[in-house]
Structure formats: structure tokens, C-alpha cells
């Protein structure tokens, strides 16, 4: 602590209100006729000299006008101009925090889209696989299909006669047996069906199909052409409520022409698993809606009638008029949420994931504002201390100063000396640094944290490579910004058993060392990412499909010289089987269509025998404007 005094010279003051302080003096002195001279400058602290007296201004004289300017003002508008500063700041973070949560919320809300998406492609790609091998398969269908000669010529009008055929509906309804099995087999298959060329129900697993006219229905006329595909129903004939159907065509031997069509009744509660759907929390809601807009499926169940039109509502009329995104609106039911929307592939149906804003945002925003209601009371409390620190320890000192001095060019005995001294600052400055320092510091150590998780959100935590939210990123915007692309899809054959035989703990290492030498195989260019348990993908742009087979096939060679002992299968090491796709991006394809064909190639490469690569065959998946792609390449060819 410094004695209050007036400073000579060049000499310096760390505390700028002994400065104020000397000016406040001599003002008081120049009031009552008196003037201070200041002494010589020197280089060093000089004694205090009694102050020479000017002589009165003359009467009559105009004294220049002196500007009052309080230093209680002073320091309330530094208090003040400071807490300012301090609340505008924080009120600009408390606004960033706020935006950053409702991005995190939208990137949650899609990470749970995600996982309906994503286990609606794998019911339905199980489905069609299904269905593809029953096509197939002489012993699962009736006899007469089976022979391919005993029903109407392939040319005859689907649906000609509004009234079944009976004598295209089997005498036996054992015929359709074998069909149970398979139904079964699979919960996400409700029902098969196989319809004759003329659109009339021959049988079914259903009880009542047999001898039902569906020549009427979009899904068997389209299969009636020759083309496999899915279709979403209003209301079925047997169930009379939504449901979701899948048409595969039966054809004859050596382009014979088609024989008949094989249908699935797809479970929608199989699609999206009541189960799965309780996961996703308090508040959450799901919409499957059609094309249309009508609803199809809804979470929780009696939320909304089936059959509903819900085009009008925001959050599906952005769903109908975009392939995917997110949205904050009102849900159907009234309530704000932030929603998620996806174009499931093949159907145009929409699935949308909506999350009560209050549960998302609610406690994150009484945090913040509870935390700006305390910065606010806790700047008033330091403006209010400010001013009274400033009263006892500044204001009053230096008007004790200038009253002696006054005293003292009036010539007036000298009183006492006053015990009053100034009291330093510097604690308060020093406390309002640590706390800044303290702030920057816990700031700088959340956006570090912030920066790590990002860094962990994109790495597979196993492996080290990408994992399937990197994978789908850079997916989407290569699909969209290079002429020609390829991926692989490579699954590690028969990894249950070798977990089984060997353990976890050895087949996550085998999953390390396969990632490792896949990302020091591949151009630099290419993407190695993890997408599931033991399956990899590698995003090659700008390749062909005949590049992407040779990379694949250098890649199963790779993985049989790394010679990892496998015990439980007859080669006695670890192998992959690998699927290879390639297509020119274009409007009417989506990176779906690419990836599907990719994965429809391994699980071709699988049935073959595994240890194979598999090409796809899919007309859409390669081949310049729309042409084929080449055969099957590697040992699956």
C-alpha cells in the first residue's frame, strides 16, 4: 500500500487514482484562490517543498471554467462499462451454447433415424433374398409352376376376369406347404403367396388367400412384367390395414417368360421392432408414412389412426419434398419436436424420428439460463461491492487529502496527520484475472474435449479407421462430386466361430490387424471404414468395375497371407469374402443403389463358398448409360 501524495517529476503511480487524486487537490486549491507550482523535474522521487502561493486573482477577474467530473461517476462507469463487457460475452456464449445444443440435438435425433434405416434395409434385403431363392427353387413351388407347362401362355392379360379361375386354383392346398416352412423361418415374412400369370391367388400360407383376385394390385403387375419389387398397401385384403409387400417373378427356364409370382407380406412390426422403438426414450415419435403422406405405422401405437393424411403437416410435407434432413416443427399431435426424415429405398416411403424439444432442450436451457440469471446477480453483487470499496477506499482517502490540503493554503493550523491511507487494487484486479484466466482456462479445456470427441464420433474406437457415420459422410459427398465410383464390402468369413474357438479378446485383435492392412493397402485416396461387427467397405472414387475387382482380389490375398490361424474351418486360417460395385453417380441412382448391389455381391460370394470375391450384376450398379456391368470377377466368378 502507497501513502497518498502528489507526485513530482517523472515519477510513476501504479495506481491510477493517486493521479486523479493529485488533480482533484490542486482543482480544490484553484477554487478557494490559490494555485500549486509544480517543482522541477529530476530524475529521481524529489521531497515535498511547501507549495508556493500565487497571489489572488484580482476581483472582477474571469477565472477559466473548470470541468466537474465526479469520481464516484468515474469508477460506477468503469464498473459498469466492465460488466457490460463481461455480460454481453457471456450473453453472446449462452446464445452459441444454445445453437450448438440444437445442432447436437439434430444429430442425435439422426442418429436414431439411422438405426431404423438402417434396420429396415437389412429386413428387406433378407426379404428379397428370400424371396429370390424361392424363385428358384422347383421344390418350394406348386407342381404345375414347377413344370412350367400347364398354365396359360405368358402373354394372357393379368386380371382379365374379375372372378377367380378354378381351374387355376390347385385341387391340393398341400401344395403351398413347403412355403410354411420358409414362413416360419423368417418373423419378418407375415405371409407367401403364389399368384398365377392371370393375377388369381393359387395358394398361400395365409389362411382365405387361396383363390383371391390380385391382378388389380400395382406390386403383381409390375412383378407380371418381370420385375422383382416392393410396394407399400393402404389396406391389405386379409388384414385390412397397412402393409408393406414384396413381388418376385417366377420365370421359365431360358427365357420362357414368366410362369407366376411369388409374394411376401412384410411385417412392418418386424421392420421396426417395437423393442428397438422403446429404446429410443421418453417423447420420441415415429412416423412411417406412405409416398402419399397417409400414414402407415406410428410410436407409440395410438398416437394417430392408420390411414391418416398427414401431407398438410410440416414435418411430413418436408419429409415428401426432401430425400433427407432434419426439421424443427410441430408434430401432428401439437407438439414441438425436432424431427428427423429419411426416404426408405424402394418404396418412397418416409420414416420420420421426432424428439420432444422440451426433453432434448429443456434441462440444457434452464441450465443456461439459470447460469446467466447468476453471472447477472453476481455482477450486480461485484457493481454494488465496486461502489463501496471505491467509497471507503478511494473517495473518501482522497477527500480527506484534498479538505487538509485546503485546510493548509488557507493557512490554518495543521491538524494531525491521517491514519486514512489508500487501499490497493491490486487484490481485486488480481482476483478478476484468476477468474479469467480460470474461465479461459476451462474454456479452451471443452473445446479440447469437444475436438476429442469429434475425433472419437468418427474413428472406429477398435479399430482406428473410420467408422460407418465417417464412411456414410464422405459417401454422400463423393457420390455427388466424382464421374465414377466404386466400393468393396468385405466381411470376415466364419468370425462367430473363430470368436467362439479363440475369444473375444483375440478376435478383436484379428479385427485390428485386418484394418490395418487394409488401410496400408488401398491408394491414398481410397476410404477403409468399419460399417458393422466384422464387415468392412472401402470407397474407391474414380475407379471401374474391373479396378475395383482387381483391388478386392489383392485384398483377399492379403488377408490369407496374413495367416491368422483359424481353427474352426477347414483352410485353418482367417479369409474374407468380398463384394464389388461400380456405377456412374447419377439423378435416378442413389449411394444406396450402389451399396445394396455391393452387399447383394458378397452374399453372392458367401453362397458360393466364401474365400471369393463377387461382382454385381445389378443393370443400375455400373456400366455406362445404364448398361450392364461385366460378370462376376475373383473366384466367385
Given at each position: 500500500?502507497w501513502?497518498?501524495?502528489v507526485p513530482?517529476?517523472?515519477?510513476?503511480?501504479?495506481?491510477?487514482?493517486?493521479?486523479?487524486?493529485?488533480r482533484?487537490?490542486?482543482?480544490?486549491?484553484?477554487?478557494s484562490?490559490?494555485r500549486?507550482?509544480?517543482p522541477?523535474?529530476s530524475?529521481?522521487p524529489?521531497?515535498?517543498?511547501?507549495?508556493?502561493?500565487d497571489?489572488?486573482?484580482?476581483?472582477?477577474?474571469?477565472?477559466?471554467r473548470?470541468?466537474?467530473v465526479?469520481?464516484?461517476?468515474r469508477?460506477?462507469?468503469?464498473a459498469a462499462f466492465?460488466?457490460?463487457?463481461?455480460?454481453?460475452?457471456?450473453?453472446?456464449?449462452?446464445?452459441?451454447?444454445?445453437?450448438?445444443?440444437?445442432?447436437?440435438?439434430?444429430?442425435?435425433?439422426?442418429e436414431l433415424?439411422?438405426?431404423?434405416?438402417?434396420?429396415?434395409g437389412?429386413?428387406?434385403?433378407t426379404v428379397?433374398a428370400v424371396?429370390?431363392?424361392l424363385a428358384?427353387?422347383?421344390?418350394?413351388?406348386p407342381?404345375?409352376?414347377?413344370a412350367?407347362?400347364?398354365?396359360?401362355?405368358?402373354?394372357q392379360?393379368?386380371?382379365?376376369?374379375?372372378?377367380?379361375?378354378?381351374a387355376?386354383?390347385?385341387?391340393?392346398?398341400?401344395?403351398?406347404?413347403?412355403?410354411s416352412?420358409?414362413?416360419?423361418?423368417?418373423p419378418?415374412?407375415?405371409?407367401?403367396t403364389?399368384?398365377?400369370p392371370?393375377?388369381?391367388?393359387?395358394c398361400?400360407?395365409?389362411?382365405?388367400?387361396a383363390g383371391?383376385d390380385?391382378?388389380?394390385?400395382?406390386?403383381?403387375?409390375?412383378?407380371l412384367r418381370?420385375?422383382?419389387?416392393?410396394?407399400p398397401?393402404?389396406?391389405?385384403?386379409?388384414?385390412?390395414r397397412p402393409?408393406?409387400?414384396?413381388?418376385?417373378?417366377?420365370?421359365?427356364?431360358?427365357?420362357?417368360g414368366?410362369?407366376?409370382?411369388i409374394?411376401a407380406?412384410?411385417g412392418?412390426?418386424?421392420?421396426?421392432p417395437?423393442?428397438?422403438l422403446?429404446?429410443?426414450?421418453v417423447?420420441?415419435?415415429v412416423?412411417?408414412?406412405?409416398?402419399?403422406?397417409?400414414?402407415?405405422?406410428?410410436?407409440p401405437?395410438?398416437?394417430?389412426?392408420?390411414?391418416?393424411?398427414?401431407?398438410?403437416?410440416?414435418p411430413?410435407?418436408r419429409a415428401?419434398?426432401?430425400?433427407?434432413?432434419?426439421?424443427?416443427?410441430?408434430?401432428?399431435?401439437?407438439?414441438?419436436?425436432?424431427y428427423?426424415?429419411?426416404r426408405?429405398?424402394?418404396?418412397?416411403m418416409?420414416?420420420?424420428?421426432g424428439v420432444?424439444q422440451?426433453?432434448?432442450?429443456?434441462?440444457?436451457e434452464?441450465?443456461?439460463?439459470s447460469?446467466?440469471?447468476?453471472m447477472?446477480?453476481?455482477?450486480?453483487i461485484?457493481?454494488?461491492?465496486?461502489?463501496?470499496?471505491?467509497?471507503?477506499?478511494?473517495?473518501?482517502?482522497?477527500?480527506a487529502?484534498?479538505?487538509?490540503?485546503?485546510r493548509?493554503?488557507?493557512?490554518?493550523?495543521?491538524?494531525?496527520?491521517?491514519?486514512v491511507?489508500?487501499?490497493?487494487?491490486?487484490?481485486?484486479?488480481?482476483?478478476?484475472e484468476?477468474?479469467?484466466?480460470?474461465?479461459?482456462?476451462?474454456?479452451?479445456?471443452?473445446?479440447?474435449?469437444?475436438?476429442?470427441?469429434?475425433?472419437?464420433?468418427?474413428l472406429?474406437?477398435?479399430?482406428?479407421i473410420?467408422?460407418?457415420?465417417?464412411?456414410?459422410?464422405?459417401f454422400?459427398?463423393?457420390?455427388?462430386?466424382?464421374?465414377?465410383?466404386?466400393?468393396?464390402i468385405?466381411?470376415?468369413?466364419?468370425?462367430?466361430?473363430?470368436?467362439?474357438?479363440y475369444?473375444?479378446?483375440?478376435?478383436?485383435?484379428?479385427?485390428r490387424?485386418?484394418?490395418?492392412?487394409?488401410?496400408?493397402?488401398?491408394?491414398?485416396?481410397?476410404?477403409?471404414?468399419?460399417?458393422?461387427g466384422?464387415?468392412?467397405?472401402?470407397?474407391?472414387?474414380?475407379?471401374?468395375?474391373?479396378?475395383?475387382?482387381?483391388v478386392?482380389e489383392?485384398?483377399r490375398?492379403a488377408?490369407e497371407?496374413?495367416?491368422?490361424?483359424?481353427?474352426?474351418?477347414?483352410?485353418?486360417?482367417?479369409t474374407?469374402?468380398?463384394?464389388?460395385?461400380?456405377?456412374?453417380p447419377?439423378l435416378?441412382?442413389?449411394?444406396?443403389?450402389l451399396?445394396?448391389?455391393?452387399d447383394?455381391?458378397?452374399?453372392?460370394?458367401?453362397?458360393?463358398?466364401?474365400n471369393r470375391?463377387?461382382?454385381a450384376?445389378?443393370?443400375?450398379?455400373?456400366?455406362?448409360?445404364?448398361?450392364?456391368?461385366?460378370?462376376?470377377?475373383?473366384?466367385?466368378?
Amino acid at each position: 500500500m502507497w501513502q497518498a501524495r502528489v507526485p513530482t517529476g517523472d515519477e510513476k503511480t501504479s495506481f491510477p487514482c493517486v493521479n486523479f487524486a493529485a488533480r482533484l487537490v490542486s482543482r480544490a486549491l484553484e477554487r478557494s484562490g490559490l494555485r500549486v507550482s509544480a517543482p522541477p523535474d529530476s530524475g529521481g522521487p524529489q521531497p515535498i517543498d511547501p507549495p508556493v502561493l500565487d497571489p489572488p486573482a484580482q476581483p472582477g477577474a474571469r477565472r477559466p471554467r473548470v470541468r466537474k467530473v465526479s469520481l464516484r461517476v468515474r469508477l460506477a462507469s468503469f464498473a459498469a462499462f466492465a460488466m457490460t463487457l463481461v455480460i454481453a460475452e457471456r450473453t453472446i456464449s449462452v446464445f452459441r451454447l444454445h445453437a450448438d445444443n440444437l445442432v447436437a440435438a439434430e444429430r442425435h435425433v439422426t442418429e436414431l433415424l439411422d438405426r431404423g434405416v438402417g434396420h429396415y434395409g437389412e429386413m428387406l434385403a433378407t426379404v428379397r433374398a428370400v424371396l429370390l431363392t424361392l424363385a428358384s427353387d422347383t421344390r418350394t413351388l406348386p407342381p404345375d409352376i414347377a413344370a412350367a407347362g400347364k398354365l396359360p401362355p405368358a402373354g394372357q392379360v393379368p386380371g382379365a376376369s374379375a372372378e377367380p379361375d378354378p381351374a387355376l386354383t390347385p385341387d391340393n392346398p398341400e401344395a403351398c406347404v413347403p412355403l410354411s416352412r420358409v414362413d416360419e423361418a423368417f418373423p419378418a415374412i407375415e405371409s407367401l403367396t403364389i399368384v398365377g400369370p392371370n393375377g388369381i391367388v393359387r395358394c398361400g400360407t395365409a389362411p382365405g388367400s387361396a383363390g383371391l383376385d390380385l391382378s388389380a394390385r400395382d406390386y403383381v403387375r409390375i412383378a407380371l412384367r418381370g420385375i422383382s419389387n416392393v410396394e407399400p398397401v393402404l389396406r391389405s385384403y386379409l388384414t385390412d390395414r397397412p402393409t408393406l409387400y414384396a413381388a418376385q417373378p417366377i420365370t421359365a427356364a431360358e427365357g420362357g417368360g414368366v410362369l407366376g409370382v411369388i409374394v411376401a407380406r412384410i411385417g412392418l412390426g418386424e421392420l421396426f421392432p417395437r423393442g428397438t422403438l422403446a429404446e429410443l426414450g421418453v417423447g420420441t415419435q415415429v412416423l412411417l408414412v406412405s409416398p402419399a403422406g397417409t400414414v402407415m405405422m406410428t410410436y407409440p401405437e395410438d398416437i394417430l389412426r392408420q390411414g391418416l393424411d398427414l401431407s398438410s403437416t410440416a414435418p411430413v410435407a418436408r419429409a415428401m419434398s426432401h430425400t433427407r434432413g432434419t426439421i424443427l416443427a410441430k408434430g401432428p399431435d401439437g407438439v414441438q419436436r425436432v424431427y428427423a426424415y429419411d426416404r426408405l429405398p424402394r418404396t418412397n416411403m418416409h420414416l420420420l424420428v421426432g424428439v420432444d424439444q422440451t426433453v432434448l432442450m429443456g434441462p440444457v436451457e434452464r441450465a443456461t439460463w439459470s447460469a446467466g440469471f447468476t453471472m447477472l446477480a453476481v455482477g450486480l453483487i461485484l457493481l454494488t461491492g465496486l461502489w463501496i470499496a471505491g467509497e471507503t477506499l478511494v473517495v473518501a482517502p482522497v477527500q480527506a487529502l484534498a479538505d487538509r490540503l485546503v485546510r493548509f493554503g488557507r493557512g490554518e493550523k495543521e491538524t494531525p496527520k491521517s491514519n486514512v491511507v489508500i487501499a490497493e487494487l491490486q487484490p481485486l484486479v488480481v482476483a478478476f484475472e484468476a477468474m479469467a484466466d480460470e474461465l479461459t482456462r476451462r474454456e479452451t479445456a471443452l473445446r479440447s474435449a469437444n475436438q476429442r470427441l469429434n475425433s472419437l464420433a468418427s474413428l472406429d474406437g477398435l479399430t482406428g479407421i473410420a467408422n460407418r457415420r465417417s464412411f456414410d459422410a464422405v459417401f454422400a459427398l463423393r457420390w455427388g462430386s466424382v464421374p465414377r465410383l466404386a466400393i468393396l464390402i468385405l466381411d470376415i468369413d466364419n468370425f462367430k466361430k473363430f470368436n467362439d474357438f479363440y475369444g473375444h479378446k483375440e478376435g478383436d485383435g484379428c479385427l485390428r490387424t485386418i484394418a490395418q492392412m487394409l488401410a496400408a493397402t488401398v491408394r491414398g485416396t481410397d476410404m477403409v471404414a468399419r460399417i458393422g461387427g466384422e464387415e468392412f467397405a472401402v470407397l474407391m472414387p474414380g475407379a471401374e468395375l474391373g479396378t475395383a475387382a482387381d483391388v478386392a482380389e489383392r485384398l483377399r490375398r492379403a488377408v490369407e497371407q496374413l495367416a491368422i490361424p483359424h481353427a474352426a474351418v477347414p483352410l485353418g486360417h482367417v479369409t474374407v469374402s468380398i463384394g464389388c460395385a461400380a456405377c456412374r453417380p447419377r439423378l435416378d441412382l442413389s449411394p444406396s443403389d450402389l451399396f445394396v448391389a455391393a452387399d447383394t455381391a458378397l452374399y453372392a460370394a458367401k453362397r458360393a463358398g466364401r474365400n471369393r470375391v463377387g461382382r454385381a450384376d445389378d443393370p443400375l450398379a455400373d456400366g455406362p448409360d445404364g448398361g450392364r456391368p461385366e460378370g462376376p470377377g475373383g473366384a466367385a466368378g
